[in-house]
């Protein structure tokens, strides 16, 4: 499985970026997607994540500002990041998360579940 974002940049405070990851190598679609980010020296954090139905979540400071979309039939998911502030600065990363299950030689099922994270891409917001 590949996660290949796009869409990082520098931007002014106030502006916009719209980031993108497509998913391939997944014969379904994955359960869920979304994005985190990380500060140098801090830990990655959760920003918004979609699942395949459609149910989205956001961390709280980006509720409002920022959209998360998604196709799930292509494996691809989209962030509408408005309102930027230099508090938004970081690496952006996709992730992706697939339920699968997995049958032993005696046929007994086991639920694996496995998480993607795409190269990273960086949002500079200058203030």
């Known amino acids: 499985v590949l996660l290949q974002a796009f869409g990082g940049g520098l931007v002014q405070a106030g502006g916009s970026l719209r980031l993108s990851c497509a998913g391939s190598?997944?014969?379904?679609?994955?359960?869920?997607m979304g994005w985190y980010r990380q500060v140098a020296g801090k830990e990655r954090e959760l920003v918004a994540s979609?699942?395949?139905?459609?149910?989205?979540n956001y961390a709280n400071s980006m509720e409002g500002r920022f959209t998360i979309s998604r196709d799930g039939a292509n494996n691809t998911v989209w962030m509408q990041m408005n309102s930027l502030g230099s508090e938004d600065t970081a690496v952006y990363y996709c992730?992706?998360?697939?339920?699968?299950?997995?049958?032993?030689?005696?046929?007994?099922?086991?639920?694996?579940?496995?998480?993607?994270w795409g190269q990273g891409t960086q949002v500079t917001v200058s203030s």
């Open positions: 992730n992706a998360e697939l339920t699968s299950i997995e049958y032993d030689i005696r046929l007994v099922p086991t639920t694996r579940r496995d998480t993607y």
């Open positions: 190598g997944s014969e379904t679609s994955f359960d869920s």
């Open positions: 979609i699942t395949k139905f459609g149910s989205t």
